[in-house]
């Protein structure tokens, strides 16, 4: 088809249009289908939890936007939301959910506490979520506004309809961890981990 | 509390000879185990649920033994949401520790605050003013409220029934209204302050509470009429996960699975705070022990949150807020940008904090899930040395085993729906 | 003050050290050797009757001349009457102290919290492992005061780690009433048993 649709000339026309325009239309229409209908996979830790419930809760409800359907098994998910906060003892299951979700798939991280660590800069928590998983979407906030979860949503609707299933550098593919277990080299993660903001001030006396 | 009226069909085989809870064969018959002796050990199965399921309320995990269908052994293992509060206490001046309170039972997140207040006015030995005591049990009774609603949403969730969950989250969202206009969050109120309150209410807020104090019971009573006397809920919670009183006193359970196992103790009542002995409500306690009277207990509180709620809205005095010691409160913010000296005062009090004096104290509160206690260890410094929180749902927890043991798969499910567990306080 | 600290005080004499009166709470210092006679002293004893452990906790100073306390913080709940008992341990020596777990089942996951948290060790507790940080956590006990608020890893070292944790672990054998059958179990189950951390295979494999 494509020798075809590459030997068909148009005058004043690229000889790849006719192509581009299927591939487009091709494109246009499988990211409308995708972001328009999400299966969130809710991994609900902490307080964010709560604010992700209510925005699928009758005021707010995310059906309007396509998450009508809540994927509880990872296998049949399309984006998983890490809403709260992410210990060190729940970084492998959060990877083996990730791993578990089939191809193509998303991750909005909910919260200051899935994005950066927040104000748990210590001992027990991953200072971000994308020294484990790779992440699409940030919602700021603590926890964020079920608006700001619905904003969103929206901005991944956005990401997904600028992906091409014809021009992979826009889209990720699988990334599995290293030979060490790592998904980024390890001077990265203590870059992404170094205290900021408030976190520098944390002393015992005073 | 209403005496029951539903005749149990569905009960246990009752007691073994042990005094456990017999186990049900997959016949669910009485004499079956006798028919058929104790089964194989090795026919025995290991599941794991969680920690990413639905219906363990959060990030816990179950493991659990079965025979068959029935449950031999659950074995839970909590930590996954485990965020190291009490060591970011340590770092943090009292005031600042009021924050982190809210994240630990996100449920409930005013009463937290409630409870951390209180325990360090009582370390430093502050009295606080009569209004700031009334809007704290305001603060209390409401956090109640959402917190039994969550329960009552996710519980019935978890036992099939989808609507009253969108029911309670509707009132839910009427309380964040409320919580939004006096303290501007949602869900991380921060409302208290060590010898007083973050803010004033507005008479927009008293008007809104009190329409929802007078409409809000409508919708308990339609879960009241869904679900109490639904054959499917009364079928899968009564004589299930039974606690007696002595059980329950042992296994130093607290709040509403405490008083369902008819065990009359409530901190409002027995151990007064914010004044608490001068509201007029009832505390509804259990007879059997079971979830459906954990059930019966947590919607009679609701009531109870708000008639109490009906009480302090009535007699909210004037008067100031904070107590008038310019070194422990903060000034307003107004006069902290025009007066020199409210000036220093703000500055010495968020730079260095409020130094509390050598000693220690500890302060429980009746919160949603029981008792939570605050305790506090000071060396002198504006630090506390411990900052201990008494997790009720964590201890409340610890007897999950002992209730599931010879229970089916999917009593499981119902019991530990019914401690209702909240992980943020439960791995701190 | 509270009047049960007299009454210890007559019934065991030596063992009890200083009461004092904190925020209107009393505290009774308790040598370790007598605790669980203490304990199930104040439980039973009519007219004491502290049914009811409230929580069990440690505390550590940042003073390091000063020593490890574990609480115990207790409630009479006919008598409406709390009563806090300390008993003071060594940071530097040995953290060991008696389970109060045979007087309440309620102290069992406190105990464990405790050992967690702090490293003390409870002679007689049933299943004295750890509960909120994973089994081979090797950054040692988080709530000493020797112990840096982020860890004693770097942040890549405790990422590698959580990582390379076998996320179905922590099925330990001692817990689980299956382990007798061990050897006619299928062999996937088997496999999965070996593979927790703490799985110890008895010895006929």
Request: hydrophobic share 40%.
């Amino acid at each position: 088809m494509k020798r075809v649709l590459e030997t068909k000339e148009v005058p004043g026309q690229s000889p790849n249009y006719l192509l581009a325009k299927a591939q487009h239309l091709i494109d246009w229409a499988v990211n409308a289908s995708r972001a328009n209908s999400l299966w969130p996979m809710p991994f609900g830790t902490a307080c964010c939890a709560i604010e992700f419930m209510a925005t699928a809760a009758s005021r707010y409800d995310f059906a309007r936007f396509g998450m009508e359907r809540q994927a509880f098994s990872p296998r049949q998910a399309d984006v998983l939301i890490c809403a709260g906060r992410l210990p060190f003892k729940l970084a492998p299951v959060i990877r083996r959910i990730y791993d578990q979700m089939p191809q193509p798939k998303w991750v909005i991280s909910m919260g200051a506490c899935a994005s950066t660590g927040g104000i748990f800069d210590n001992y027990a928590m991953v200072q971000g979520i994308d020294t484990i998983v790779p992440v699409d979407v940030y919602v700021p906030g603590c926890p964020p506004r079920p608006e700001g979860l619905l904003y969103g949503v929206l901005l991944l609707h956005k990401k997904i309809k600028g992906e091409s299933l014809f021009d992979h550098a826009q889209r990720r593919d699988e990334q599995p961890l290293d030979e060490r277990g790592l998904r980024l080299p390890p001077e990265q993660i203590d870059e992404i981990s170094e205290p900021f903001g408030n976190s520098i001030h944390q002393f015992r006396s005073g | 509390m209403s005496k029951r009226t539903i005749a149990v069909e569905l009960a246990t085989p009752g007691l073994d000879p042990q005094g456990r809870p017999a186990r049900i064969p997959l016949e669910a018959g009485v004499g079956a185990l006798e028919r058929y002796g104790e089964p194989d050990a090795g026919e025995h199965m290991l599941i794991n649920i969680g920690p990413q399921h639905p219906a363990t309320h959060g990030v816990l995990r179950l493991v659990v033994e079965l025979d068959g269908e029935t449950v031999v052994r659950v074995i839970p293992h909590v930590g996954y949401l485990h965020s190291g509060f009490e060591k970011l206490g340590e770092y943090r001046h009292y005031n600042q520790i009021i924050p982190l309170t809210d994240r630990t039972d996100y449920l409930s997140p005013m009463a937290n605050n409630v409870g951390f207040a209180l325990a360090a006015e009582q370390l430093m030995g502050i009295e606080i003013t009569p209004r700031c005591t009334v809007l704290r049990v305001i603060a209390c009774e409401m956090s109640r409220i959402i917190s039994h609603m969550v329960w009552l949403g996710t519980t019935s969730i978890d036992l099939g029934a989808f609507t009253p969950f969108l029911w309670a989250f509707q009132e839910r969202e009427r309380i964040y209204n409320l919580q939004e206009m006096w303290t501007g969050a949602r869900l991380t109120t921060s409302v208290t302050r060590v010898g007083g309150m973050m803010a004033d209410v507005t008479d927009d807020f008293v008007a809104g509470l009190r329409q929802f104090v007078d409409t809000y019971p409508k919708t308990l009573h339609e879960i009241d009429r869904v679900l109490t006397r639904n054959a499917v809920w009364v079928g899968r919670t009564q004589g299930v996960g039974v606690m007696t009183a002595q059980e329950a006193v042992n296994y130093s359970l607290s709040g509403p699975m405490l008083r369902a196992s008819g065990v009359p103790y409530d901190m409002r009542r027995d151990k007064p705070y914010l004044a608490y002995d001068s509201y007029e409500f009832d505390v509804p306690v259990g007879e059997h022990g079971d979830v459906y009277d954990r059930y019966l207990v947590r919607l009679e509180e609701c009531h109870q949150s708000n008639r109490i709620l009906r009480q302090a809205l009535e007699r909210l005095p004037d008067g100031p807020l904070n107590i008038g010691d310019p070194r422990l409160i903060l000034p307003p913010k107004s006069r902290a940008m025009s007066d020199m000296e409210a000036m220093i005062y703000h500055f010495k009090q968020v730079m260095e904090g409020v130094k509390a004096p050598v000693g220690e104290a500890y302060v429980g509160i009746e919160n949603p899930k029981g008792e939570l206690g605050t305790y506090l260890v000071s060396d002198g410094t504006a630090k506390p040395v411990r900052w201990r929180i008494r997790p009720p749902s964590f201890i409340n927890l610890a007897a999950l085993p002992k209730m599931a043991e010879g229970h089916l798969l999917s009593d499981l499910i119902a019991i530990n729906a019914s401690v209702d567990i909240v992980m943020g306080e439960v791995d701190r | 003050m509270n009047p049960s600290a007299e009454a210890l005080r007559g019934t065991f004499a030596g063992a009890i050290g200083r009461a004092v009166e904190s925020c209107g709470d009393t505290i009774v210092y308790v040598d370790r050797a007598a605790l669980l006679d203490v304990m199930a002293w104040l439980r039973d004893t009519p007219g004491q009757q502290y049914d009811y452990l409230v929580d069990v906790t440690a505390v550590e100073y940042r003073d390091r001349e000063r020593s490890l306390e574990v609480v115990y913080n207790l409630r009479s709940l006919e008598r409406r009457t709390d009563l806090r008992v300390k008993v003071e341990l060594d940071p530097r020596g040995d953290l060991a102290i008696d389970s109060v777990v045979p007087l309440w089942q309620g102290a069992d996951w406190l105990e464990r919290e405790v050992f967690d948290m702090f490293g003390v060790t409870f002679r007689g507790h049933p299943d004295l492992r750890r509960i909120l940080m994973w089994e081979t956590y090797a950054e040692g006990y988080p709530l000493r005061k020797d112990f840096p608020l982020r860890g004693r890893f770097s942040r890549a070292e405790q990422v590698r780690q959580a990582l390379n944790a076998n996320p179905e672990a922590h099925y330990s054998m001692e817990e689980l009433s299956i382990a007798e059958a061990y050897d006619e179990l299928p062999p996937d189950m088997r496999e999965r048993l070996r593979r927790g951390e703490r799985g110890k295979i008895p010895d006929s494999e």
